[in-house]
């Protein structure tokens, strides 16, 4: 079993070789989004709603059907008056199916995927609570634009398989994806 560090490292090696791995599966485009994340369930209800900033890479798989690695950091604060604040930070592969053909406009998407999410809550004056732990995600959105650059509208649900609840959470973006030139 790995430990949190440990597990931590394993995570940022992997996403410092997806770029390479991805190479060789026709990688499209690369962007970036910021938006908002909305808590759930038991972190809901003690943290509001914050920002997230994420990075984004598609490549082709076959078909409508493509590959995505979302990373994202984000930061919302606690409810009821309580100081300081909760980061999120971590990585989805997710297989996307796309809807439409290559020349629309608009095409809608969905995406379903695993990845590993680091979530430190931090209380001034209490410490930290750190976990980096394997999580799932699902997502729905609209890639917009033909040609080069397109811009994108993402709704991403994660759930991070912290203990004793899970860490729940929507994260909201809007963004721009660029082209590598070889599509």
Same mark, same amino acid.
């Given at each position: ?8 490292? *394993? #995570? &940022? ?32 209800? /003690? ?10 890479? !598609?490549?082709? *798989?076959?078909?409508? *059907? ?15 008056? /309580? ?28 995406? &379903? ?5 680091? #979530?430190? !809550?931090? /209380? ?17 959105? *609209? ?14 649900? !994660?759930? /991070? ?23």
């Amino acid at each position: 079993m790995y430990s949190g560090a440990k597990l931590h490292h *394993l #995570v &940022l090696i992997v996403l410092a070789l997806a770029p390479a791995a991805l190479w060789g599966q026709r990688l499209e485009y690369v962007g970036g989004a910021a938006g908002l994340i909305s808590p759930t369930g038991s972190f809901g209800g /003690v943290d509001h709603a914050g920002w997230q900033v994420s990075a984004q890479a !598609v490549a082709r *798989l076959k078909g409508a *059907l493509a590959l995505r690695i979302d990373a994202l950091y984000g930061r919302t604060g606690h409810k009821n008056g /309580v100081a300081g604040s909760s980061s999120l930070s971590g990585a989805t592969a997710e297989v996307a199916l796309f809807a439409a053909g290559e020349t629309p406009r608009v095409r809608p998407f969905v995406s &379903l995927g695993a990845g590993a999410y680091r #979530v430190d !809550v931090a /209380v001034p004056g209490f410490g930290s609570a750190v976990a980096t732990k394997f999580a799932f995600g699902t997502g729905a959105g *609209l890639l917009v634009g033909s040609g080069g650059r397109r811009e994108y509208l993402i709704a991403h649900y !994660v759930s /991070v398989r912290t203990t004793p609840q899970r860490t729940n959470f929507f994260a909201i973006g809007v963004g721009v994806l660029m082209p590598l030139g070889h599509h």
